[in-house]
């Protein structure tokens, strides 16, 4: 069981970037921002979902604008194409920017490695200012990612959602 005296959401509205934007005729650009703006909906088609290129190590960044200690990383999948996340890693940085170079000189400090993909990965990772994400994929499309920093009681995990999948490192 997890007690929480108060957990907030450090992500939310805080900078963003990512290497690439697909644009879709039609539909709204697949901004970085999208995956910072409070809406988890799962449809890509509502516009609020992040979508790279298709090329190599694609990435997503969040800039939370000083190094902060949190509790998890959580991300929101895509409803269709789910696939495009599985294999993700993440890499964080204190220091650098959200951009290429502070990208590829980091290291990846979590990988999944779950043999299904997921509605929602929760990540446990504990401190950093710069948050990538990168998939294997050649796009990077996730829906919303919350960095989660609150106070815990105790700490124990239960799987109280249908596919949710809770990751401990």
């Known amino acids: 069981m997890i007690l929480i005296l108060s957990v907030e959401n450090i992500a939310l509205g805080k900078e963003t970037r990512q290497s690439s934007i697909y644009t879709n005729k039609g539909r709204k650009k697949s901004v970085s921002s999208n995956a910072v703006d409070g809406n988890t909906d799962s449809d890509y088609r509502s516009g609020s979902c992040t979508h790279t ?57 979590y990988k999944d490695i779950s043999s299904r993909s997921e509605d929602i990965y929760n990540c446990n990772i504990t401190e950093g200012q710069f948050i990538f994400i990168t998939v ?6 996730v829906c919303e990612v919350e960095i ?22």
Not at 136 to 141: A, E, F, L
């Open 136 to 141: 294997p994929t050649g796009i990077v499309s």
């Open 53 to 109: 290129k298709n090329h190599k190590d694609p990435w997503w960044c969040v800039d939370l604008q000083s190094t902060q200690q949190f509790q998890s990383i959580i991300l929101y999948n895509r409803k269709t194409n789910k696939g495009r996340l599985k294999g993700f890693s993440i890499k964080v940085s204190e220091t650098g920017e959200c951009n290429q170079s502070t990208f590829e000189s980091n290291q990846v400090c």
């Open 148 to 169: 989660q920093q609150g106070d815990l009681l105790h700490y124990n995990i239960v799987k109280l959602i249908v596919h949710v999948f809770v990751i401990n490192i």
